[in-house]
């Protein structure tokens, strides 16, 4: 049988083990207290808090269902029609499967849980700086789309409060920047600072439940539609768009977000067709009332959301600066409870500023999706090859040469979706 030699060392940067610990205690939040080793529980230790398994599928399924879920009916409109957005789709879903198997695979292998941890452990040091800071831009870019969102929805509700035509200029504290402002420094900061997300389960549930509801109303409001909405082109085939606990808790999250996404998928296109806006609640009235509540429940569900993509990003970012310090975690207590706040405000100020001055949604959506390939295709497909290269055989089964070889293909289309993506977001309104 294979014996798979993983690279676990974390001495290439003369770094103690004590930061990996560090690092590993500012990770997603765990479903039970088990040690890795006997070697990692201490007496000294922190105390890491700890997630039901339906607190942990909550969390995780409120982190999947943001601003994806709102662009999903525009995804469909490039992606040339249903039949095409639904073939896409169940491919990406194979490839997202095929994924989360290799990284299980290579996480048994390497005895680390977190997706950062595995790559840096199975591919090496360069390859592991490259993805947590892809995390880190993600994570970043995403918190940024969350609070256009809040935006976005906050106008539609106040030009239906205060009854003014949807554009007329109101009161400065109606002001989309204003708002904004106010939400996301009384509410998304104050629950990005601690260091825990475990208490979030509880928000959560109610987000994920207000996201099933924004799916209820876009799938009625395509059978029962409003006399005043006028549907673009419906495409029906394909045409060449324009330039522009890994078992249980992600298989449960992956069948809620697939529902969710394809039923506001569809019935969103099918409903505005062509014309559809990147963020799909916009394109209904404002003086609808059931739309407006799914508003609300979008708002609700991104004031929880935001908190859980910036520990994600937090935590890459605290992990890099403490695998380069080699920093001891007994020494350390104080020291990160200053670091944790000051790194919070720089990234809530820098978020908010970019989404104070970028409107639309769309730009954002561009740019962290190509990183979403990265994670997808190019992440997984590296692991797969550095673990088959690791193998000590002498003679390579047919099976191996199969392995690496899809290895390759996933890094080549992760690739090429990173930077057609990528270009046609940097280069698109230079071109225009």
Not at 15 to 37: F, H, I, N
Not at 60 to 77: D, K, Q, T
Not at 331 to 349: A, M, S, Y
Request: aromatic share 10%.
């Amino acid at each position: 049988m294979a014996q798979v030699s993983i690279n676990n060392d974390y001495s290439e940067w003369d770094l103690s083990t004590d930061a990996g610990e560090r690092a590993r205690l500012l990770q997603s939040p765990c479903v039970d207290t088990a040690p890795k080793s006997e070697w990692e529980a201490s007496p000294g230790g922190l105390d890491r808090g700890t997630t039901s398994t339906l607190g942990a599928i909550f969390i995780v399924v409120n982190a999947c269902l943001g601003a994806g879920l709102l662009n999903f009916p525009a995804a469909f409109s490039t992606a040339g029609g249903v039949a095409a957005g639904i073939a896409l789709q169940m491919g990406m879903l194979v490839f997202i499967i095929s994924g989360l198997v290799i990284l299980a695979y290579c996480s048994q292998a390497s005895n680390e849980r977190t997706y950062q941890e595995v790559v840096w452990a199975v591919c090496g040091k360069l390859t592991g700086v490259l993805c947590e800071v892809a995390i880190a831009v993600y994570t970043f870019g995403t918190c940024i789309a969350f609070l256009i969102i809040i935006g976005d929805q906050q106008d539609k509700i106040i030009a239906v409060m205060a009854k003014e035509p949807e554009g007329a200029s109101g009161p400065w504290y109606t002001d989309r920047k204003f708002t904004i402002s106010l939400t996301a420094f009384l509410f998304i900061l104050p629950l990005s600072i601690p260091r825990e997300i475990g208490f979030q389960k509880y928000a959560s549930f109610l987000s994920v439940v207000g996201t099933w509801y924004v799916t209820a109303i876009v799938i009625i409001k395509y059978i029962w539609p409003d006399k005043e909405m006028t549907p673009g082109n419906i495409l029906t085939s394909m045409q060449q768009p324009e330039v522009k606990t890994w078992g249980g808790v992600v298989t449960a999250a992956m069948v809620i977000a697939l529902a969710v996404y394809m039923g506001t998928g569809i019935c969103g296109f099918l409903t505005f067709g062509a014309a559809v806006d990147p963020d799909v609640l916009l394109s209904y009235p404002s003086e609808d009332m059931a739309v407006a509540v799914a508003r609300a429940f979008i708002i609700l569900s991104v004031l929880t959301s935001y908190p859980i993509l910036h520990f994600c990003g937090r935590a890459v970012v605290e992990g890099l600066w403490l695998r380069y310090q080699g920093v001891p975690v007994e020494e350390d207590v104080g020291r990160e409870r200053r670091r944790r706040v000051l790194q919070t405000l720089v990234w809530f100020l820098l978020t908010l500023l970019l989404a104070l001055f970028i409107p639309d949604i769309g730009k954002v959506i561009s740019v962290i999706g190509g990183l979403a390939a990265c994670f997808i295709f190019v992440f997984p497909g590296l692991c797969l090859i550095q673990a088959k290269l690791s193998e000590m055989e002498e003679v390579k089964p047919a099976s191996w040469w199969v392995l690496v070889s899809y290895g390759v293909l996933l890094v080549t289309l992760g690739a090429f979706i990173f930077g057609q993506t990528t270009a046609n977001a940097i280069f698109v309104d230079l071109l225009a």
